[in-house]
């Protein structure tokens, strides 16, 4: 079985729409997709009606990727799959994070301006399916579209990533707290690329204590085999997924033509997605 659990569509900053993305992943050859756009579920309907008219049986496991933010305001990404939506906890929590997405991108906005880069909400609004949640790749695509980037990595490289001085945050949850709320929905929970931004090739003991505090919590899985990780953090995450009683996933992060990842490169083995649909309740996985 080929199992990717976390895609993007245009829900938030991939670039194919739900349907195609249910098509693209008929054409990969996946038997299992997670849909996992930012911090919505506003995708899950498009996909699933388009899911009837792929060529190929594929089971789709609706999710989120919600963004979290340590007490120590260290981003966390934690991936919520088959959580029932109208959880009105969950749904509060995620439309907050989307609305504070708003006046951050004007934050944004105006100290790329103040840099004398003429950038405007307009420009970027262009860049964003209707009802997407808005982030830094839509901004991206507008420095792009202004000539003044080549490409997203290069727009993150130099204007957007977390240590430069044109980012800001956004209000989101702190992991613990979005883990119960997921849980609570019904859903099962994996701690999305921990090792994404490690450095030294190394999960730090600071970043061990918080994986251990949300295993406690009811954390689910982590996400081991992932773009991000190189091998040596990926064998570093699995003794931790190990000594915690963790699964394991693997997943492609796909994004359409706004990432070079590609669906299917990593992959989450049937025995552990037999065990995640076994621990959900909150939604069923819908066969196209
Ligand atoms: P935001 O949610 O607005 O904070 O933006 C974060 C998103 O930007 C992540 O989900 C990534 O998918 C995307 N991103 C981060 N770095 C890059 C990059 N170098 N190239 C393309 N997309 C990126
Ligand atoms: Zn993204
Ligand atoms: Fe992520
Ligand atoms: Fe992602």
Wanted: with cysteine; glycine share 10%.
């Amino acid at each position: 079985m080929q199992i990717d659990l976390h895609t993007h569509s245009n829900g938030s900053d991939g670039t194919l729409t739900p349907a195609q993305l249910m098509h693209a992943a008929s054409v990969a050859g996946l038997d299992v997709i997670g849909l996992t756009d930012h911090d919505t579920t506003v995708g899950w309907d498009a996909a699933v009606r388009e899911l009837q008219t792929v060529r190929r049986r594929i089971g789709l496991a609706r999710g989120a990727e919600i963004s979290c933010q340590t007490d120590e305001h260290i981003s966390v990404h934690l991936l919520g799959l088959l959580f029932d939506p109208s959880e009105p906890k969950l749904a509060t929590t995620l439309a907050t994070t989307r609305d504070d997405r708003v006046p951050r991108m004007h934050a944004m906005i105006a100290k790329l301006n103040l840099a004398g880069i003429a950038v405007t909400f307009a420009d970027v609004e262009q860049q964003v399916a209707t009802g997407a949640t808005l982030g830094r790749p839509h901004l991206a695509d507008a420095l792009i579209a202004l000539g003044v980037v080549k490409d997203r990595g290069q727009a993150f490289d130099q204007y957007l990533n977390n240590d430069s001085p044109f980012y800001v945050g956004h209000i989101s949850p702190n992991p613990i707290d979005a883990i119960n709320l997921v849980n609570g929905a019904g859903g099962v929970s994996i701690l999305a690329h921990p090792g994404a931004n490690a450095r030294n090739d190394q999960i730090s003991e600071t970043a061990i204590a918080e994986i251990t505090a949300m295993a406690e919590s009811g954390l689910t899985a982590i996400e081991v085999d992932h773009r991000d990780h190189n091998p040596a953090i990926r064998t570093q995450l699995r003794r931790i997924a190990a000594d915690l009683g963790l699964l394991v996933t693997g997943a492609s992060d796909f994004h359409g033509t706004g990432k070079l990842n590609v669906l299917g490169e990593n992959q989450t083995s049937e025995t552990v997605w037999d065990e995640l649909v076994a621990r959900s309740s909150g939604v069923e996985v819908i066969f196209g």
